[in-house]
C-alpha cells in the first residue's frame, strides 16, 4: 500500500476530454459493523449497476466488485444482478470483515451486465467511534480520467494508481478538507465532523499519474445546482400528481430528493445561524433575526417580543394570557416599501384573544401552521387591527407561526407570510421554523440578559455616583463618567465634590484597581468615607492618612489612588493631598497656560504605612482645575506622558461652557483608541469671591456685643441690598452670638458673611463643643435657640476647626 507521502504535488493535470484530471465522480460506500452497505450513493448505482434497494442491508462482501491491483489482463464478470464475488483483494476483504486498521486503496477491471469493462480505482477507510459505521468505501471509474492513443491508434489506458497523502500537501487544502462532509450520507454533524477528521488524519485520496505526478481526488458526485436541483423537484411533484411516468435522470433524482432538500434546510439554518447573534445589542438582533428569513424562507416576517423583553428587565414569569401585552418590534417583507408600514407599525403593542392562531403558538410554545389563510380566519384576525384593514395584506396566504423561546419561556414569536403564488408552508417548513425559532429565540434571550445586565450595571454605577451641583460657593463644575468596556460596566472610578465651612469646597477624584462589582462595592465604601471625613472638615493629607487607615480595617485586598483638593475662594488658595493618583492640571486664566501641578504622590490607598503631604498652591479667579482617572491618559502600548501632554493640551483649549471644555478634553484623549479602563473627569472653574462680598468681626465676649452685633449685621445687609432678609438673619445672628458668649472661653468671637447665590452667615469661637437639637419644655429658658435656626434658615451646620468649633446658617437671597 502507497500512503503517498511525496511533496511538492503539481496542480491539476488535464485530461485529454478537458476534464480535470483530480475531479471525478466517486461512488460513496458506507459499511456498517455486521459488514451490511449502510449507504449506497447514486453514483454507485452508476459505476456498480445495483439500485440502492437491493444494496442497503446486504453483505458488503458480495456487492463490492473490486480486487487488489489486478495484473494487466485479468478482469473480472458480473452477471446478471449480481454474482458473489470470490476474486476480492486482501486488503478490502480484511477491512470488510473489521480486521484493517490502516487505508487501502487498489485497481480493478470488471465487467458489468449490459455495460462495457469498467477499470475502478478504490480507497478503503477503517472507521472507529460510537457511530454504526465501520467502513468507507471510494470507487471511481478509472476510464474517465485519464486516455491516450498508442501508434496505431488503439486507446491506451495510461497507469493510474490510487493512493493516499496528507491534504495539505495540495493548493487549496482548506476548499479540500471543507468540501469532504459533502460526499457523506446525511448524518449530524458531530458523526460527519469525526469521520471526515478520521479521512483526513489516515490520508486524503489521490491518483498516481507518475512517481512526481499526484493530485487530490476533487469530489464530483453529480448534485445540480440549487436551482437545477429545485427545478428537477418541482418536474417530479407535477409528473407525480398528474400520473405521468418520470423520465429516467429524474426518477435518479428522486432517490435523493429527500436527502438533498433536507441539506438545503440544514444549509439554510447554518447561513442564519451565521448572521443572527453578531452582537449582544437587542435591537440588532432583532433585525437580523428578520432579515435572515426574508426572502429565502418567507416572504413576510413579523417579529413580537413580550414587554418585559423589550424594556430590558428581567426574565418574564409564566405563560402568557389574554392580557399579556406583545411589542411589534420588526417587520421584514418583500412588498413594495411602505405597504405595511401604516397598517402595522413597527413599535405598536397589543394583546391577542384566546381565538387566535397567535395565543395558541404563544401558550403551546409550539409553531402553528396555516396552510391557507381563509376568509373566516382573514376577518378574524383583522378585528385586532381597529380601524385598519389587514385583509388584503394577509389574504390567501401561507402563514406559519414560530415561537421564540428560552429556557422553555416563551419571549415572542414570529408571523411569517408566504406570497398566493408561492407554494405553501409544509410539515418540513414548520420543523425548519422551529428549529430557526430556537435558534433565534437563544439568541434574543443573551441579547436580552446583557441589556438586563447592562441595565442593572449602568443604575448601580449612576447610584454610586454623585449628583454634583454645577455651582458651589466660588466655583462652577462640570463631570464626566465613561464607563470602560462593554463587558464591564461596572468600575471603581469616582468623583465628588463636598461643601466644606468658610465658603470653601472639596474636590475628590479616586479610582480602585480593578473592574466589576467588586471594585465599585469598594468604591462605594471609600467614596462614603471620604464625605464623612471631608464633613469633619479635615485637612487632605489627614482625610488620606484616615483613609487608608480604613482601608486596611476593611480588610480588602483592594488598592485605590485619590486625589483630595480643598478649593477656599475667600483666600484664593487650593490645598491639595495625593495617594497615587495622577497629578491634576491647572490652567492659568491670564495667559491660557496649563501644567500639571507638582505634587507628592505618595502611595495607593490601601498600602499603610506610608505618609500623606499637602501642598498649598495660589489661583486665581477664572482659573481651571482639571482632575481624572488614569483611564482618560492611559492607552495600551504608549507612554502615559503622551496621554498626560495630551490633557495638558486640551485642557487649555478655550471653550463656551465647562461643558464644552470637557467635551474638547474627551474628544482629544478617547479617540486613541485602545481604551479598556472608566474614566472619570472633573473639571472646576476657580471664580474665587470678591472682597466687597465678604464682611467680617471680631466680637468680645460680653453679653453687650449681642446687640452691638445685630446692627452692624443690619447696616452691612443694607449696603448690599438685602433688606428682605434683614430681619431672619438679625434673629439667627442673635442666639448664635448669644451661645458663642455663654460657652466661648478666651479668645473673641468672629463673626463673617459672605454674600453670593446664597447668604451665608458663619460664626466662630474656641469651645469644642458641638451645638446640638434639643426638645425644650414649655418653661425651659434655654434648648429653644437652634430650633430657630432649623426653621428658619435654609440648611445649617457645624464643624470642628483646631480652635474651637464653627457654626454655620444659610439663606435664600434675591439674584442680583
Same mark, same amino acid.
Given at each position: 500500500?502507497?500512503?503517498?507521502?511525496?511533496?511538492?504535488?503539481?496542480?491539476?493535470?488535464?485530461?485529454?476530454?478537458?476534464?480535470?484530471?483530480?475531479?471525478?465522480?466517486?461512488?460513496?460506500?458506507?459499511?456498517?459493523?455486521?459488514?451490511?452497505?449502510?449507504?449506497?450513493?447514486?453514483?454507485?448505482?452508476?459505476?456498480?449497476?445495483?439500485?440502492?434497494?437491493?444494496?442497503?442491508?446486504?453483505?458488503?462482501?458480495?456487492?463490492?466488485?473490486?480486487?487488489?491491483?489486478?495484473? &494487466?489482463?485479468?478482469? /473480472?464478470?458480473?452477471?446478471?444482478?449480481?454474482?458473489?464475488?470470490?476474486?476480492?483483494?486482501?486488503?478490502?476483504?480484511?477491512?470488510?470483515?473489521?480486521?484493517?486498521?490502516?487505508?487501502?486503496?487498489?485497481?480493478?477491471?470488471?465487467?458489468?451486465?449490459?455495460?462495457?469493462?469498467?477499470?475502478?480505482? *478504490?480507497?478503503?477507510?477503517?472507521?472507529?467511534?460510537?457511530?454504526?459505521?465501520?467502513?468507507?468505501?471510494?470507487?471511481?471509474?478509472?476510464?474517465?480520467?485519464?486516455?491516450?492513443?498508442?501508434?496505431?491508434?488503439?486507446?491506451?489506458?495510461?497507469?493510474?494508481?490510487?493512493?493516499?497523502?496528507?491534504?495539505?500537501?495540495?493548493?487549496?487544502?482548506?476548499?479540500?478538507?471543507?468540501?469532504?462532509?459533502?460526499?457523506?450520507? /446525511?448524518?449530524?454533524?458531530?458523526?460527519?465532523?469525526?469521520?471526515?477528521?478520521?479521512?483526513? @488524519?489516515?490520508?486524503?485520496?489521490?491518483?498516481?499519474?507518475?512517481?512526481?505526478?499526484?493530485?487530490?481526488?476533487?469530489?464530483?458526485?453529480?448534485?445540480?445546482?440549487?436551482?437545477?436541483? !429545485?427545478?428537477? #423537484?418541482?418536474?417530479?411533484?407535477?409528473?407525480?400528481?398528474?400520473?405521468?411516468?418520470?423520465?429516467?435522470?429524474?426518477?435518479? @433524482?428522486?432517490?435523493?430528493?429527500?436527502?438533498?432538500?433536507?441539506? @438545503?434546510?440544514?444549509?439554510?439554518?447554518?447561513?442564519? /445561524?451565521?448572521?443572527?447573534?453578531?452582537?449582544?445589542?437587542?435591537?440588532?438582533?432583532?433585525?437580523?433575526?428578520?432579515?435572515?428569513?426574508?426572502?429565502?424562507?418567507?416572504?413576510?416576517?413579523?417579529?413580537?417580543?413580550?414587554?418585559?423583553?423589550?424594556?430590558?428587565?428581567?426574565?418574564?414569569?409564566?405563560?402568557?394570557?389574554?392580557?399579556?401585552? *406583545?411589542?411589534?418590534?420588526?417587520?421584514?417583507?418583500?412588498?413594495?416599501?411602505?405597504?405595511?408600514?401604516?397598517?402595522?407599525?413597527?413599535?405598536?403593542?397589543?394583546?391577542?384573544?384566546?381565538?387566535?392562531?397567535?395565543?395558541?403558538?404563544?401558550?403551546?410554545?409550539?409553531?402553528?401552521?396555516?396552510?391557507?389563510?381563509?376568509?373566516?380566519?382573514?376577518?378574524?384576525?383583522?378585528?385586532?387591527?381597529? !380601524?385598519?384593514?389587514?385583509?388584503?395584506?394577509?389574504?390567501?396566504?401561507?402563514?406559519?407561526?414560530?415561537?421564540? !423561546?428560552?429556557?422553555?419561556?416563551?419571549?415572542?414569536?414570529?408571523?411569517?407570510?408566504?406570497?398566493?403564488?408561492?407554494?405553501?408552508?409544509?410539515?418540513?417548513?414548520?420543523?425548519?421554523?422551529?428549529?430557526?425559532?430556537?435558534?433565534?429565540?437563544?439568541?434574543?434571550?443573551?441579547?436580552?440578559?446583557?441589556?438586563?445586565?447592562?441595565?442593572?450595571? @449602568?443604575?448601580?454605577?449612576?447610584?454610586?455616583?454623585?449628583?454634583?451641583?454645577?455651582?458651589?460657593?466660588?466655583?462652577?463644575?462640570?463631570?464626566?463618567?465613561?464607563?470602560?468596556?462593554?463587558?464591564?460596566?461596572?468600575?471603581?472610578?469616582?468623583?465628588? /465634590?463636598?461643601?466644606?465651612?468658610?465658603?470653601?469646597?472639596?474636590?475628590?477624584?479616586?479610582?480602585?484597581?480593578?473592574?466589576?462589582?467588586?471594585?465599585?462595592?469598594?468604591?462605594?465604601?471609600?467614596?462614603?468615607?471620604?464625605?464623612?471625613?471631608?464633613?469633619?472638615?479635615?485637612?487632605?493629607?489627614?482625610?488620606?492618612?484616615?483613609?487608608?487607615?480604613?482601608?486596611?480595617?476593611?480588610?480588602?485586598?483592594?488598592?485605590?489612588?485619590?486625589?483630595?483638593?480643598?478649593?477656599?475662594?475667600?483666600?484664593?488658595?487650593?490645598?491639595?493631598?495625593?495617594?497615587?493618583?495622577?497629578?491634576?492640571?491647572?490652567?492659568?486664566?491670564?495667559?491660557? #497656560?496649563?501644567?500639571?501641578?507638582?505634587?507628592?504622590?505618595?502611595?495607593?490607598?490601601?498600602?499603610?504605612?506610608?505618609?500623606?503631604?499637602?501642598?498649598?498652591?495660589?489661583?486665581?479667579?477664572?482659573?481651571?482645575?482639571?482632575?481624572?482617572?488614569?483611564?482618560?491618559?492611559?492607552?495600551?502600548?504608549?507612554?502615559?506622558?503622551?496621554?498626560?501632554?495630551?490633557?495638558?493640551?486640551?485642557?487649555?483649549?478655550?471653550?463656551?461652557?465647562?461643558?464644552?471644555?470637557?467635551?474638547?478634553?474627551?474628544?482629544?484623549?478617547?479617540?486613541?483608541?485602545?481604551?479598556?479602563?472608566?474614566?472619570?473627569?472633573?473639571?472646576?472653574?476657580?471664580?474665587?469671591?470678591?472682597? &466687597?462680598?465678604?464682611?467680617?468681626?471680631?466680637?468680645?465676649?460680653?453679653?453687650?456685643?449681642?446687640?452691638?452685633?445685630?446692627?452692624?449685621?443690619?447696616?452691612?445687609?443694607?449696603?448690599?441690598?438685602?433688606?428682605?432678609?434683614?430681619?431672619?438673619?438679625?434673629?439667627?445672628?442673635?442666639?448664635?452670638?448669644?451661645?458663642?458668649? #455663654?460657652?466661648?472661653?478666651?479668645?473673641?468671637?468672629?463673626?463673617?458673611?459672605?454674600?453670593?447665590?446664597?447668604?451665608?452667615?458663619?460664626?466662630?469661637?474656641?469651645?469644642?463643643?458641638?451645638?446640638?437639637?434639643?426638645?425644650?419644655?414649655?418653661?425651659?429658658?434655654?434648648?429653644?435657640?437652634?430650633?430657630?435656626?432649623?426653621?428658619?434658615?435654609?440648611? *445649617?451646620?457645624?464643624?470642628?476647626?483646631?480652635?474651637?468649633?464653627?457654626? *454655620?446658617?444659610?439663606?435664600?437671597?434675591?439674584?442680583?
Amino acid at each position: 500500500m502507497d500512503r503517498g507521502t511525496k511533496r511538492g504535488a503539481t496542480p491539476d493535470r488535464v485530461a485529454g476530454n478537458g476534464a480535470a484530471a483530480g475531479r471525478v465522480p466517486l461512488a460513496v460506500v458506507v459499511v456498517d459493523r455486521d459488514g451490511l452497505v449502510s449507504h449506497w450513493s447514486r453514483g454507485a448505482r452508476r459505476l456498480f449497476g445495483a439500485a440502492r434497494e437491493e444494496a442497503v442491508g446486504r453483505s458488503a462482501v458480495d456487492l463490492l466488485p473490486v480486487s487488489g491491483a489486478l495484473p &494487466e489482463g485479468d478482469e /473480472s464478470t458480473l452477471s446478471g444482478a449480481y454474482d458473489a464475488y470470490d476474486g476480492l483483494g486482501p486488503d478490502l476483504e480484511s477491512s470488510l470483515d473489521g480486521r484493517l486498521s490502516y487505508p487501502a486503496a487498489g485497481r480493478a477491471r470488471l465487467t458489468v451486465a449490459g455495460s462495457d469493462r469498467v477499470d475502478v480505482l *478504490w480507497w478503503a477507510y477503517p472507521l472507529v467511534g460510537p457511530g454504526p459505521e465501520r467502513l468507507l468505501v471510494l470507487a471511481a471509474d478509472a476510464g474517465g480520467l485519464r486516455q491516450d492513443d498508442d501508434a496505431d491508434g488503439n486507446v491506451v489506458l495510461e497507469r493510474i494508481a490510487p493512493g493516499f497523502a496528507l491534504h495539505t500537501d495540495f493548493p487549496g487544502a482548506e476548499e479540500l478538507a471543507r468540501r469532504l462532509p459533502e460526499i457523506l450520507p /446525511s448524518m449530524s454533524v458531530g458523526d460527519s465532523a469525526r469521520i471526515v477528521a478520521q479521512v483526513l @488524519e489516515l490520508g486524503y485520496p489521490i491518483l498516481e499519474f507518475s512517481q512526481n505526478d499526484r493530485v487530490p481526488v476533487t469530489p464530483d458526485w453529480g448534485v445540480p445546482r440549487r436551482a437545477e436541483r !429545485k427545478a428537477r #423537484r418541482e418536474w417530479a411533484v407535477a409528473a407525480a400528481a398528474s400520473g405521468e411516468p418520470l423520465p429516467e435522470d429524474v426518477e435518479d @433524482e428522486g432517490e435523493d430528493l429527500e436527502y438533498v432538500a433536507v441539506r @438545503e434546510r440544514l444549509e439554510f439554518l447554518n447561513e442564519v /445561524s451565521g448572521r443572527i447573534g453578531t452582537s449582544l445589542d437587542l435591537s440588532r438582533t432583532i433585525v437580523e433575526v428578520s432579515k435572515a428569513v426574508v426572502p429565502r424562507f418567507t416572504d413576510v416576517a413579523g417579529t413580537y417580543l413580550r414587554e418585559q423583553v423589550v424594556a430590558g428587565e428581567g426574565f418574564p414569569d409564566g405563560v402568557p394570557d389574554t392580557t399579556t401585552m *406583545w411589542h411589534r418590534v420588526a417587520v421584514e417583507h418583500t412588498d413594495e416599501p411602505g405597504r405595511w408600514d401604516d397598517v402595522v407599525p413597527v413599535g405598536e403593542a397589543m394583546p391577542f384573544p384566546a381565538h387566535t392562531p397567535f395565543f395558541q403558538c404563544m401558550t403551546s410554545g409550539e409553531p402553528v401552521l396555516v396552510p391557507r389563510i381563509s376568509e373566516q380566519m382573514g376577518h378574524m384576525i383583522a378585528a385586532q387591527f381597529e !380601524k385598519r384593514d389587514i385583509r388584503p395584506l394577509i389574504s390567501n396566504r401561507s402563514m406559519l407561526i414560530v415561537p421564540l !423561546k428560552a429556557r422553555n419561556v416563551v419571549l415572542g414569536f414570529m408571523i411569517l407570510l408566504r406570497h398566493p403564488e408561492r407554494v405553501e408552508f409544509n410539515d418540513m417548513d414548520r420543523v425548519t421554523g422551529a428549529e430557526l425559532a430556537a435558534r433565534a429565540g437563544l439568541v434574543l434571550d443573551n441579547a436580552r440578559m446583557y441589556t438586563y445586565q447592562e441595565s442593572v450595571a @449602568e443604575t448601580l454605577q449612576d447610584s454610586m455616583l454623585p449628583h454634583i451641583a454645577p455651582r458651589m460657593a466660588g466655583c462652577d463644575i462640570a463631570t464626566r463618567y465613561l464607563p470602560g468596556t462593554l463587558l464591564g460596566r461596572v468600575g471603581g472610578d469616582w468623583f465628588d /465634590s463636598v461643601k466644606l465651612p468658610g465658603s470653601r469646597t472639596a474636590l475628590v477624584v479616586g479610582d480602585v484597581m480593578g473592574h466589576g462589582l467588586n471594585s465599585a462595592a469598594m468604591m462605594g465604601q471609600l467614596r462614603t468615607a471620604v464625605q464623612t471625613m471631608a464633613a469633619l472638615d479635615l485637612p487632605p493629607a489627614q482625610l488620606l492618612r484616615n483613609l487608608d487607615d480604613l482601608a486596611q480595617r476593611l480588610g480588602e485586598h483592594y488598592l485605590a489612588t485619590c486625589l483630595y483638593a480643598v478649593y477656599d475662594p475667600i483666600a484664593s488658595e487650593l490645598e491639595i493631598a495625593n495617594a497615587g493618583h495622577i497629578p491634576p492640571v491647572l490652567v492659568r486664566a491670564e495667559d491660557g #497656560r496649563s501644567d500639571l501641578l507638582d505634587l507628592p504622590t505618595g502611595a495607593p490607598i490601601g498600602v499603610g504605612g506610608v505618609p500623606f503631604e499637602s501642598v498649598r498652591v495660589r489661583v486665581a479667579p477664572g482659573d481651571r482645575l482639571v482632575m481624572c482617572t488614569d483611564g482618560l491618559v492611559e492607552v495600551r502600548g504608549e507612554d502615559i506622558g503622551v496621554g498626560l501632554a495630551t490633557l495638558c493640551e486640551s485642557a487649555a483649549h478655550p471653550a463656551a461652557s465647562m461643558d464644552d471644555a470637557c467635551d474638547t478634553i474627551i474628544r482629544a484623549l478617547n479617540t486613541r483608541g485602545g481604551r479598556k479602563d472608566d474614566v472619570a473627569l472633573l473639571m472646576a472653574r476657580l471664580n474665587g469671591i470678591e472682597p &466687597e462680598d465678604v464682611a467680617q468681626w471680631r466680637i468680645g465676649l460680653s453679653p453687650v456685643e449681642v446687640g452691638r452685633t445685630r446692627a452692624v449685621v443690619r447696616e452691612q445687609l443694607h449696603v448690599w441690598g438685602l433688606n428682605s432678609v434683614v430681619d431672619t438673619v438679625q434673629l439667627l445672628v442673635s442666639e448664635l452670638i448669644t451661645n458663642a458668649v #455663654r460657652h466661648s472661653h478666651s479668645r473673641p468671637i468672629e463673626l463673617r458673611l459672605v454674600r453670593g447665590d446664597t447668604l451665608l452667615v458663619e460664626v466662630a469661637d474656641d469651645d469644642h463643643t458641638l451645638p446640638t437639637l434639643l426638645s425644650a419644655g414649655p418653661l425651659d429658658e434655654s434648648g429653644r435657640g437652634m430650633r430657630v435656626v432649623t426653621t428658619l434658615a435654609r440648611e *445649617w451646620g457645624t464643624s470642628r476647626t483646631g480652635s474651637g468649633k464653627t457654626v *454655620w446658617f444659610e439663606l435664600t437671597v434675591p439674584r442680583r
